[in-house]
Protein backbone atom coordinates (compact mmCIF):
# COMPACT_ATOMS: atom_id res chain seq x y z
CA UNK A 1 0.00 0.00 0.00
CA UNK A 2 1.21 3.58 -1.03
CA UNK A 3 1.49 5.90 1.71
CA UNK A 4 0.09 8.87 1.73
CA UNK A 5 1.57 11.87 2.54
CA UNK A 6 2.13 13.95 5.11
CA UNK A 7 1.98 11.34 7.71
CA UNK A 8 0.17 12.67 10.96
CA UNK A 9 1.84 11.41 13.66
CA UNK A 10 1.24 14.03 16.28
CA UNK A 11 -1.63 12.29 18.49
CA UNK A 12 -0.71 14.63 21.51
CA UNK A 13 -1.35 17.37 19.84
CA UNK A 14 -5.05 16.11 18.43
CA UNK A 15 -6.49 13.43 17.05
CA UNK A 16 -8.86 13.11 14.00
CA UNK A 17 -12.65 12.24 15.26
CA UNK A 18 -12.96 8.71 14.44
CA UNK A 19 -15.74 8.08 11.99
CA UNK A 20 -17.60 6.16 13.96
CA UNK A 21 -18.00 8.96 16.67
CA UNK A 22 -19.11 11.59 13.80
CA UNK A 23 -21.53 9.05 12.85
CA UNK A 24 -23.03 9.14 16.58
CA UNK A 25 -23.07 13.17 16.54
CA UNK A 26 -24.77 13.50 13.47
CA UNK A 27 -28.06 13.52 14.20
CA UNK A 28 -28.02 15.61 17.13
CA UNK A 29 -27.18 18.84 15.16
CA UNK A 30 -30.16 18.53 12.92
CA UNK A 31 -33.31 16.18 13.15
CA UNK A 32 -32.43 16.04 17.68
CA UNK A 33 -31.16 19.18 18.26
CA UNK A 34 -33.15 20.33 21.37
CA UNK A 35 -31.49 21.71 24.16
CA UNK A 36 -31.08 19.34 27.17
CA UNK A 37 -32.00 21.48 29.90
CA UNK A 38 -35.89 21.78 27.88
CA UNK A 39 -37.80 19.63 30.12
CA UNK A 40 -41.15 19.77 29.00
CA UNK A 41 -40.72 18.99 25.58
CA UNK A 42 -39.23 15.79 23.64
CA UNK A 43 -36.72 17.57 21.77
CA UNK A 44 -35.12 18.13 24.93
CA UNK A 45 -35.73 14.79 26.76
CA UNK A 46 -33.82 12.93 23.67
CA UNK A 47 -31.07 15.61 24.00
CA UNK A 48 -30.90 14.59 27.83
CA UNK A 49 -30.99 11.04 27.29
CA UNK A 50 -28.15 11.43 24.63
CA UNK A 51 -26.23 13.57 27.61
CA UNK A 52 -27.04 10.82 29.73
CA UNK A 53 -25.57 7.69 27.78
CA UNK A 54 -22.39 9.87 26.86
CA UNK A 55 -22.36 10.81 31.06
CA UNK A 56 -22.84 6.92 31.77
CA UNK A 57 -19.77 5.95 29.03
CA UNK A 58 -17.28 8.96 29.98
CA UNK A 59 -17.61 8.00 33.68
CA UNK A 60 -16.92 4.05 32.35
CA UNK A 61 -13.97 4.90 30.95
CA UNK A 62 -12.25 6.32 34.16
CA UNK A 63 -13.98 3.79 37.11
CA UNK A 64 -16.41 6.84 37.70
CA UNK A 65 -19.95 7.24 38.48
CA UNK A 66 -22.32 9.04 35.78
CA UNK A 67 -23.91 11.91 38.13
CA UNK A 68 -19.97 12.58 38.91
CA UNK A 69 -18.88 13.93 35.58
CA UNK A 70 -19.14 17.49 34.76
CA UNK A 71 -19.34 18.62 31.35
CA UNK A 72 -17.15 21.35 30.05
CA UNK A 73 -15.60 23.17 26.59
CA UNK A 74 -12.19 20.99 26.78
CA UNK A 75 -9.73 19.76 29.49
CA UNK A 76 -8.10 23.99 30.12
CA UNK A 77 -11.65 24.55 31.28
CA UNK A 78 -11.35 21.45 33.53
CA UNK A 79 -8.27 22.50 34.83
CA UNK A 80 -9.00 26.21 35.92
CA UNK A 81 -12.54 24.52 37.48
CA UNK A 82 -10.79 21.69 39.39
CA UNK A 83 -8.17 24.35 40.70
CA UNK A 84 -9.98 27.27 40.94
CA UNK A 85 -13.14 25.77 42.07
CA UNK A 86 -11.62 24.19 45.00
CA UNK A 87 -9.28 27.27 45.42
CA UNK A 88 -12.11 29.38 46.27
CA UNK A 89 -14.69 26.97 47.93
CA UNK A 90 -12.00 25.70 50.68
CA UNK A 91 -10.01 28.68 50.92
CA UNK A 92 -10.80 28.61 54.76
CA UNK A 93 -8.91 24.71 55.37
CA UNK A 94 -6.09 26.49 53.88
CA UNK A 95 -4.17 28.54 50.64
CA UNK A 96 -1.59 25.83 49.64
CA UNK A 97 -1.31 24.29 46.74
CA UNK A 98 1.08 21.62 45.39
CA UNK A 99 1.91 20.93 41.69
CA UNK A 100 4.75 19.86 39.38
CA UNK A 101 7.38 22.40 37.05
CA UNK A 102 6.31 19.78 34.02
CA UNK A 103 2.43 20.47 34.33
CA UNK A 104 0.38 22.11 31.28
CA UNK A 105 0.02 25.42 30.87
CA UNK A 106 -3.45 25.04 31.99
CA UNK A 107 -2.43 23.90 35.20
CA UNK A 108 0.82 26.28 36.06
CA UNK A 109 -0.57 29.52 34.79
CA UNK A 110 -3.85 28.90 36.73
CA UNK A 111 -1.49 27.99 39.72
CA UNK A 112 0.50 31.48 38.92
CA UNK A 113 -2.97 33.24 38.92
CA UNK A 114 -4.25 32.26 42.31
CA UNK A 115 -0.79 33.07 43.65
CA UNK A 116 -1.37 36.96 42.76
CA UNK A 117 -4.17 36.31 44.90
CA UNK A 118 -2.93 35.07 47.80
CA UNK A 119 -2.45 31.49 47.60
CA UNK A 120 0.82 29.61 48.09
CA UNK A 121 2.15 27.28 45.33
CA UNK A 122 4.73 24.55 45.58
CA UNK A 123 5.36 23.67 42.04
CA UNK A 124 7.90 20.25 42.55
CA UNK A 125 10.23 19.59 40.46
CA UNK A 126 11.15 15.93 38.74
CA UNK A 127 13.95 13.89 38.23
CA UNK A 128 15.95 13.22 35.20
CA UNK A 129 13.02 10.54 33.79
CA UNK A 130 10.56 13.29 34.43
CA UNK A 131 8.51 11.70 37.35
CA UNK A 132 8.32 13.56 41.03
CA UNK A 133 9.72 12.32 44.12
CA UNK A 134 7.00 11.49 46.46
CA UNK A 135 9.34 12.51 49.70
CA UNK A 136 9.59 16.23 47.68
CA UNK A 137 5.87 15.48 47.33
CA UNK A 138 5.65 14.32 51.13
CA UNK A 139 7.88 17.11 52.25
CA UNK A 140 5.90 19.79 50.87
CA UNK A 141 2.78 18.95 52.42
CA UNK A 142 1.63 21.35 55.18
CA UNK A 143 -1.33 22.48 57.50
CA UNK A 144 -2.86 24.73 54.88
CA UNK A 145 -2.23 22.29 51.70
CA UNK A 146 -5.44 22.22 50.00
CA UNK A 147 -5.14 20.39 46.65
CA UNK A 148 -2.27 18.42 44.76
CA UNK A 149 -3.08 18.78 41.41
CA UNK A 150 -0.15 16.14 39.63
CA UNK A 151 -0.88 15.30 35.60
CA UNK A 152 -1.10 11.60 34.83
CA UNK A 153 1.00 11.76 31.83
CA UNK A 154 2.69 14.38 30.21
CA UNK A 155 2.25 16.01 26.92
CA UNK A 156 5.34 16.74 25.53
CA UNK A 157 7.56 13.07 26.73
CA UNK A 158 4.36 11.13 27.67
CA UNK A 159 6.08 10.19 31.24
CA UNK A 160 3.18 8.71 33.14
CA UNK A 161 3.06 9.87 37.10
CA UNK A 162 2.60 7.47 40.51
CA UNK A 163 -0.70 8.49 40.12
CA UNK A 164 -1.93 5.63 42.60
CA UNK A 165 0.78 6.96 44.87
CA UNK A 166 0.12 10.37 45.16
CA UNK A 167 -3.81 9.48 45.80
CA UNK A 168 -2.40 7.32 48.71
CA UNK A 169 -0.84 10.07 49.89
CA UNK A 170 -3.30 12.30 49.53
CA UNK A 171 -6.09 10.46 51.02
CA UNK A 172 -3.81 9.62 53.95
CA UNK A 173 -3.18 13.38 54.15
CA UNK A 174 -6.93 14.65 53.57
CA UNK A 175 -5.76 16.67 50.81
CA UNK A 176 -7.43 16.66 47.35
CA UNK A 177 -5.96 15.18 44.37
CA UNK A 178 -6.25 17.01 41.05
CA UNK A 179 -5.11 14.85 38.05
CA UNK A 180 -5.01 16.33 34.38
CA UNK A 181 -5.39 13.09 32.30
CA UNK A 182 -6.04 14.27 29.04
CA UNK A 183 -2.75 12.44 27.51
CA UNK A 184 -3.72 9.26 29.46
CA UNK A 185 -7.37 8.71 29.21
CA UNK A 186 -8.83 6.08 26.96
CA UNK A 187 -5.13 5.10 26.17
CA UNK A 188 -4.32 3.56 29.77
CA UNK A 189 -6.25 1.80 32.32
CA UNK A 190 -7.26 4.73 34.57
CA UNK A 191 -9.83 4.27 37.98
CA UNK A 192 -10.84 6.75 40.00
CA UNK A 193 -11.17 4.43 42.88
CA UNK A 194 -8.07 3.03 42.46
CA UNK A 195 -5.72 5.63 41.98
CA UNK A 196 -8.16 7.76 44.97
CA UNK A 197 -8.06 10.56 42.73
CA UNK A 198 -10.50 13.59 43.32
CA UNK A 199 -10.69 15.35 40.38
CA UNK A 200 -10.09 14.41 36.71
CA UNK A 201 -9.81 16.35 33.58
CA UNK A 202 -10.06 14.80 30.32
CA UNK A 203 -10.98 15.84 26.82
CA UNK A 204 -12.83 14.96 23.90
CA UNK A 205 -10.38 15.93 20.90
CA UNK A 206 -7.49 14.03 22.44
CA UNK A 207 -9.44 10.93 21.96
CA UNK A 208 -10.57 10.66 18.51
CA UNK A 209 -13.93 12.63 19.65
CA UNK A 210 -14.40 16.61 18.88
CA UNK A 211 -12.50 19.61 19.88
CA UNK A 212 -14.24 21.83 22.20
CA UNK A 213 -15.56 19.18 24.59
CA UNK A 214 -14.49 17.54 27.68
CA UNK A 215 -14.71 16.62 31.18
CA UNK A 216 -13.85 17.16 35.41
CA UNK A 217 -15.04 13.76 37.01
CA UNK A 218 -16.05 15.57 40.94
CA UNK A 219 -15.69 12.98 43.14
CA UNK A 220 -18.94 12.74 45.14
CA UNK A 221 -18.80 10.59 48.27
CA UNK A 222 -15.16 9.81 49.79
CA UNK A 223 -14.94 12.73 49.97
CA UNK A 224 -17.39 14.72 48.46
CA UNK A 225 -15.86 17.31 46.59
CA UNK A 226 -17.29 20.58 46.49
CA UNK A 227 -16.22 23.69 43.77
CA UNK A 228 -17.02 26.78 43.44
CA UNK A 229 -18.06 27.74 40.01
CA UNK A 230 -15.96 29.74 37.83
CA UNK A 231 -18.85 30.74 35.47
CA UNK A 232 -22.26 31.77 36.77
CA UNK A 233 -25.71 31.19 34.96
CA UNK A 234 -28.56 28.83 34.44
CA UNK A 235 -26.74 26.34 36.94
CA UNK A 236 -26.58 23.51 34.30
CA UNK A 237 -24.39 20.42 35.65
CA UNK A 238 -25.20 20.64 39.17
CA UNK A 239 -24.60 24.39 39.55
CA UNK A 240 -21.11 23.42 38.56
CA UNK A 241 -20.31 24.77 35.07
CA UNK A 242 -23.55 26.76 33.47
CA UNK A 243 -24.13 27.01 30.06
CA UNK A 244 -26.12 24.95 27.70
CA UNK A 245 -24.86 21.77 27.41
CA UNK A 246 -22.87 20.73 23.79
CA UNK A 247 -25.19 17.81 22.75
CA UNK A 248 -23.19 16.61 19.90
CA UNK A 249 -20.06 17.37 21.31
CA UNK A 250 -20.64 15.38 24.28
CA UNK A 251 -22.54 12.45 22.48
CA UNK A 252 -19.49 12.47 20.38
CA UNK A 253 -16.89 12.30 23.77
CA UNK A 254 -19.61 9.71 24.92
CA UNK A 255 -18.75 7.45 21.59
CA UNK A 256 -15.20 8.32 21.87
CA UNK A 257 -14.89 6.64 25.22
CA UNK A 258 -16.65 3.81 24.55
CA UNK A 259 -14.57 3.10 21.83
CA UNK A 260 -11.43 3.90 23.75
CA UNK A 261 -12.51 1.81 26.74
CA UNK A 262 -13.36 -1.34 23.79
CA UNK A 263 -10.25 -0.68 21.98
CA UNK A 264 -7.90 -0.24 24.72
CA UNK A 265 -5.83 -3.29 24.88
CA UNK A 266 -5.54 -3.84 21.17
CA UNK A 267 -4.36 -0.60 20.39
CA UNK A 268 -2.38 -0.47 23.32
CA UNK A 269 -0.29 -3.52 22.42
CA UNK A 270 -0.46 -1.95 18.58
CA UNK A 271 1.08 1.15 19.05
CA UNK A 272 3.41 0.31 21.70
CA UNK A 273 5.04 -2.22 19.10
CA UNK A 274 5.44 0.65 16.44
CA UNK A 275 6.85 2.87 18.79
CA UNK A 276 9.31 0.70 19.94
CA UNK A 277 9.87 -0.40 16.49
CA UNK A 278 10.43 3.55 15.73
CA UNK A 279 13.08 3.81 18.41
CA UNK A 280 14.87 0.64 17.77
CA UNK A 281 15.54 2.00 14.14
CA UNK A 282 16.59 5.14 14.76
CA UNK A 283 18.62 3.72 17.50
CA UNK A 284 20.35 1.35 15.52
CA UNK A 285 21.81 4.26 12.38
CA UNK A 286 22.17 6.80 14.95
CA UNK A 287 24.51 7.41 17.51
CA UNK A 288 24.35 10.23 20.67
CA UNK A 289 20.36 10.00 20.17
CA UNK A 290 18.40 10.05 23.75
CA UNK A 291 15.08 9.34 24.96
CA UNK A 292 13.89 12.09 26.71
CA UNK A 293 11.92 11.10 30.07
CA UNK A 294 11.65 7.79 31.73
CA UNK A 295 10.92 4.64 28.95
CA UNK A 296 9.31 2.06 31.73
CA UNK A 297 6.91 4.80 32.81
CA UNK A 298 5.40 6.20 29.28
CA UNK A 299 2.47 6.27 27.52
CA UNK A 300 2.54 3.38 24.80
CA UNK A 301 2.37 5.31 21.74
CA UNK A 302 4.76 8.19 23.06
CA UNK A 303 8.32 8.66 22.22
CA UNK A 304 10.43 11.71 22.57
CA UNK A 305 13.86 11.97 21.41
CA UNK A 306 16.65 14.83 21.51
CA UNK A 307 18.87 14.05 18.07
CA UNK A 308 22.07 15.95 19.88
CA UNK A 309 23.72 18.40 17.64
CA UNK A 310 21.04 19.08 15.55
CA UNK A 311 18.53 21.75 15.40
CA UNK A 312 15.04 20.97 16.07
CA UNK A 313 13.84 23.22 13.63
CA UNK A 314 16.02 22.48 11.24
CA UNK A 315 14.96 18.44 11.64
CA UNK A 316 11.56 19.48 11.25
CA UNK A 317 12.75 21.06 7.99
CA UNK A 318 13.79 17.90 6.23
CA UNK A 319 11.23 16.15 7.23
CA UNK A 320 8.57 18.46 6.17
CA UNK A 321 6.06 15.34 5.11
CA UNK A 322 5.95 14.51 8.76
CA UNK A 323 3.85 16.15 11.02
CA UNK A 324 4.88 16.00 14.21
CA UNK A 325 6.42 18.80 17.25
CA UNK A 326 9.90 19.64 18.45
CA UNK A 327 10.92 21.40 22.06
CA UNK A 328 12.89 23.68 19.80
CA UNK A 329 12.63 27.21 20.51
CA UNK A 330 12.31 28.14 17.19
CA UNK A 331 9.35 26.23 16.75
CA UNK A 332 7.40 28.28 19.46
CA UNK A 333 6.68 32.27 19.82
CA UNK A 334 8.58 32.58 22.62
CA UNK A 335 12.02 31.89 21.09
CA UNK A 336 12.18 29.82 24.49
CA UNK A 337 12.80 25.60 24.60
CA UNK A 338 10.39 23.51 25.67
CA UNK A 339 10.15 23.93 30.08
CA UNK A 340 8.99 20.54 30.15
CA UNK A 341 12.58 19.45 28.69
CA UNK A 342 14.24 21.75 30.56
CA UNK A 343 12.89 20.48 33.65
CA UNK A 344 14.78 16.90 32.72
CA UNK A 345 17.88 18.94 33.45
CA UNK A 346 19.10 17.55 30.09
CA UNK A 347 20.39 21.17 29.15
CA UNK A 348 19.45 23.22 26.58
CA UNK A 349 21.03 21.94 23.81
CA UNK A 350 19.13 18.85 24.28
CA UNK A 351 15.85 20.62 24.58
CA UNK A 352 16.65 22.16 21.26
CA UNK A 353 17.34 19.39 19.24
CA UNK A 354 14.05 17.02 20.39
CA UNK A 355 11.53 15.66 18.82
CA UNK A 356 7.85 14.27 19.77
CA UNK A 357 6.62 11.72 17.91
CA UNK A 358 3.07 10.83 19.01
CA UNK A 359 1.39 7.47 17.65
CA UNK A 360 -2.00 6.76 16.94
CA UNK A 361 -4.94 5.02 15.90
CA UNK A 362 -4.63 5.16 11.81
CA UNK A 363 -0.89 4.87 12.19
CA UNK A 364 0.56 2.12 10.49
CA UNK A 365 4.02 0.36 10.97
CA UNK A 366 4.73 1.24 6.61
CA UNK A 367 4.69 5.04 8.04
CA UNK A 368 6.69 4.30 11.19
CA UNK A 369 9.43 2.82 8.46
CA UNK A 370 8.74 5.76 6.34
CA UNK A 371 9.71 8.16 9.24
CA UNK A 372 12.32 6.69 10.99
CA UNK A 373 14.42 6.12 7.10
CA UNK A 374 13.71 9.67 6.45
CA UNK A 375 15.12 11.11 9.78
CA UNK A 376 17.75 8.84 9.86
CA UNK A 377 18.90 10.08 6.42
CA UNK A 378 18.18 14.18 7.41
CA UNK A 379 19.94 13.38 10.96
CA UNK A 380 23.01 12.25 8.94
CA UNK A 381 22.97 15.28 6.56
CA UNK A 382 22.60 17.78 8.92
CA UNK A 383 25.30 16.54 11.57
CA UNK A 384 27.60 16.62 8.41
CA UNK A 385 26.90 20.33 8.52
CA UNK A 386 26.68 21.15 12.52
CA UNK A 387 30.00 22.44 13.67
CA UNK A 388 29.24 21.00 17.33
CA UNK A 389 28.89 17.38 15.83
CA UNK A 390 32.36 18.34 14.32
CA UNK A 391 33.78 19.51 17.31
CA UNK A 392 32.38 16.56 19.64
CA UNK A 393 34.21 14.49 17.12
CA UNK A 394 37.37 15.61 17.66
CA UNK A 395 36.90 15.28 21.75
CA UNK A 396 36.01 18.52 22.33
CA UNK A 397 33.70 18.72 25.60
CA UNK A 398 31.32 21.07 24.33
CA UNK A 399 29.71 21.46 28.23
CA UNK A 400 33.36 23.59 28.66
CA UNK A 401 33.74 25.51 26.30
CA UNK A 402 32.92 29.37 26.36
CA UNK A 403 29.72 30.61 23.82
CA UNK A 404 28.71 33.75 23.41
CA UNK A 405 25.25 33.56 24.67
CA UNK A 406 23.41 36.15 22.65
CA UNK B 1 6.32 28.95 9.56
CA UNK B 2 6.34 29.53 5.69
CA UNK B 3 9.97 29.52 4.45
CA UNK B 4 10.45 31.73 1.50
CA UNK B 5 12.09 29.73 -1.54
CA UNK B 6 15.97 31.27 -1.26
CA UNK B 7 15.54 29.61 2.31
CA UNK B 8 14.66 26.18 1.49
CA UNK B 9 16.64 26.26 -1.48
CA UNK B 10 19.83 26.97 0.84
CA UNK B 11 18.18 24.25 3.36
CA UNK B 12 18.33 21.87 0.53
CA UNK B 13 21.43 22.81 -1.22
CA UNK B 14 23.68 24.46 1.18
CA UNK B 15 26.68 26.06 -0.29
CA UNK B 16 30.24 25.44 0.95
CA UNK B 17 29.76 23.29 3.67
CA UNK B 18 32.84 21.57 5.33
CA UNK B 19 35.96 22.94 7.01
CA UNK B 20 39.17 24.69 6.33
CA UNK B 21 42.32 23.55 7.72
CA UNK B 22 42.00 25.85 10.82
CA UNK B 23 46.10 26.14 11.54
CA UNK B 24 46.60 27.36 8.06
CA UNK B 25 47.85 30.77 8.24
CA UNK B 26 45.71 32.03 5.11
CA UNK B 27 42.64 31.14 7.15
CA UNK B 28 40.64 32.66 9.07
CA UNK B 29 37.70 30.89 11.52
CA UNK B 30 34.97 32.36 13.26
CA UNK B 31 33.22 30.34 15.71
CA UNK B 32 29.79 32.37 17.15
CA UNK B 33 26.21 31.68 18.67
CA UNK B 34 25.75 29.43 21.99
CA UNK B 35 23.71 25.67 21.64
CA UNK B 36 21.44 26.16 24.90
CA UNK B 37 20.47 29.15 22.27
CA UNK B 38 19.55 27.07 19.58
CA UNK B 39 22.27 28.38 16.99
CA UNK B 40 25.98 28.29 16.37
CA UNK B 41 27.80 29.16 13.18
CA UNK B 42 31.71 28.26 12.27
CA UNK B 43 32.58 29.93 8.91
CA UNK B 44 35.99 30.39 7.86
CA UNK B 45 37.72 32.21 4.83
CA UNK B 46 40.85 31.25 3.16
CA UNK B 47 42.94 34.52 1.85
CA UNK B 48 44.97 34.90 -0.63
CA UNK B 49 48.09 36.67 0.90
CA UNK B 50 49.55 38.51 -2.88
CA UNK B 51 45.87 40.06 -3.09
CA UNK B 52 43.67 40.02 -0.06
CA UNK B 53 40.85 38.32 -1.68
CA UNK B 54 38.63 35.61 0.11
CA UNK B 55 39.66 32.60 -2.27
CA UNK B 56 37.27 30.22 -0.39
CA UNK B 57 34.53 30.19 2.46
CA UNK B 58 33.33 27.53 4.26
CA UNK B 59 30.12 27.02 6.96
CA UNK B 60 29.05 24.86 9.70
CA UNK B 61 25.80 25.42 10.78
CA UNK B 62 24.02 23.83 13.70
CA UNK B 63 20.69 25.88 13.91
CA UNK B 64 17.31 26.37 12.00
CA UNK B 65 16.18 26.39 8.29
CA UNK B 66 17.43 30.51 8.23
CA UNK B 67 20.57 30.04 9.95
CA UNK B 68 21.54 27.72 7.66
CA UNK B 69 20.70 29.21 4.64
CA UNK B 70 22.19 33.08 6.33
CA UNK B 71 25.49 31.32 6.54
CA UNK B 72 25.36 29.39 3.33
CA UNK B 73 24.58 32.96 1.50
CA UNK B 74 27.65 34.39 3.81
CA UNK B 75 29.99 32.26 2.16
CA UNK B 76 28.61 32.60 -1.43
CA UNK B 77 28.93 36.46 -0.71
CA UNK B 78 32.78 36.49 0.62
CA UNK B 79 34.37 34.50 -2.46
CA UNK B 80 36.17 37.11 -4.51
CA UNK B 81 35.47 39.57 -1.97
CA UNK B 82 38.13 41.56 -0.37
CA UNK B 83 38.67 41.09 3.29
CA UNK B 84 37.58 44.74 3.82
CA UNK B 85 34.92 44.32 1.25
CA UNK B 86 33.78 41.37 3.59
CA UNK B 87 33.41 43.40 5.96
CA UNK B 88 31.02 45.78 4.47
CA UNK B 89 28.76 43.13 4.53
CA UNK B 90 25.75 43.77 6.77
CA UNK B 91 23.31 41.25 7.91
CA UNK B 92 20.18 43.53 6.71
CA UNK B 93 21.20 42.63 3.27
CA UNK B 94 21.09 38.90 4.39
CA UNK B 95 17.77 39.23 5.71
CA UNK B 96 16.23 41.06 2.33
CA UNK B 97 17.99 38.28 0.08
CA UNK B 98 16.73 35.81 1.60
CA UNK B 99 12.86 37.63 3.02
CA UNK B 100 13.90 36.48 6.47
CA UNK B 101 10.80 37.29 8.57
CA UNK B 102 11.26 39.38 12.12
CA UNK B 103 11.46 36.55 14.46
CA UNK B 104 14.56 35.10 11.71
CA UNK B 105 16.80 38.59 11.74
CA UNK B 106 18.89 37.14 15.09
CA UNK B 107 20.04 34.48 12.35
CA UNK B 108 21.71 36.98 9.79
CA UNK B 109 22.90 39.04 12.98
CA UNK B 110 24.98 35.93 14.14
CA UNK B 111 25.80 35.25 10.07
CA UNK B 112 27.74 38.75 10.16
CA UNK B 113 29.05 38.19 13.83
CA UNK B 114 30.45 35.40 11.86
CA UNK B 115 31.74 37.02 9.19
CA UNK B 116 33.30 39.71 11.78
CA UNK B 117 34.99 36.67 13.90
CA UNK B 118 36.57 34.61 10.64
CA UNK B 119 38.49 38.14 9.31
CA UNK B 120 39.80 39.27 12.94
CA UNK B 121 41.07 35.56 13.54
CA UNK B 122 42.65 35.73 10.22
CA UNK B 123 43.96 39.41 10.48
CA UNK B 124 45.20 38.56 14.08
CA UNK B 125 47.19 35.46 12.27
CA UNK B 126 48.94 37.88 9.96
CA UNK B 127 49.81 40.33 12.55
CA UNK B 128 51.36 36.96 14.28
CA UNK B 129 52.45 35.68 11.36
CA UNK B 130 54.68 38.78 10.70
CA UNK B 131 55.82 39.31 14.62
CA UNK B 132 56.85 35.56 15.35
CA UNK B 133 56.57 33.40 12.24
CA UNK B 134 57.20 30.34 14.50
CA UNK B 135 54.34 31.04 16.80
CA UNK B 136 51.31 28.63 16.77
CA UNK B 137 48.05 30.31 15.45
CA UNK B 138 45.42 30.74 17.58
CA UNK B 139 41.95 29.41 17.02
Not at chain 1, 6 to 15: E, F, G, K, N, S
Not at chain 1, 167 to 178: Q, R, T, V
Request: with cysteine.
Amino acid sequence: MAIKLPIYMDYHATTPVDPRVVEAMLPYFTKQFGNAASRNHPFGWEAEEAVDLARKQVAELIGAGAKEMVFTSGATESNNLAIKGVAEMYREKGNHIITAVTEHKAVIDTCKRLEKEGYRVTYLPVQKDGLISLDDLRSAIGDKTILISIMTANNEIGVIQPIAEIGAIAKEKGILFHTDAVQAAGKIPFNVNEMKVDLVSVSAHKMYGPKGVGALYVRRRNPRVLLAPQIDGGGHERGMRSGTLNVPGIVGMGKAAELCKQEMASDTARLGALRDRLNERLHKSLDEIYINGSIEHRLPHSLNISFAYVEGESLLMGINDVAVSSGSACTSASLEPSYVLKALGAGDDLAHSSIRFGLGRWTTQEEVDYVADKLITVVTRLREMSPLYELAKEGVDLSTMQWEVH
Amino acid sequence: MAYSNKVIDHYENPRNVGSLPKDDPNVGTGLVGAPECGDVMKLQVKVNPQTGVIDDAKFKTFGCGSAIASSSLATEWLKGKTVDEALAIKNTEIVAELSLPPVKIHCSVLAEDAIKAAISDYKKKQVNETAQPAAQPTV
